[in-house]
């Protein structure tokens, strides 16, 4: 009785990894055009603007919910 238990519960564990390795996973990928900024010497009061590109190179949705300047 325990030989087929086993054998029973191998099955289905070879079944449902073929199964998943079928299916596509849908992960985010983030990826930017350049990761530091050195704006250099500045004198005060000067506003500095600095764009960065973000892309997804993943094939599922990518979702910024908070932003640390630092």
Sequence with gaps: ???R???????????SCLAASGEETLTPKITFSEKSFVAGEVLEGTVIEHT???YNKG???LRINRINPG
């Design 5 to 15: 238990a086993f054998f029973l519960s191998l099955l289905i564990l070879l079944i």
């Design 52 to 54: 960065y590109r973000v």
């Design 1 to 3: 009785m325990e030989k």
């Design 59 to 61: 094939n599922g949705v």
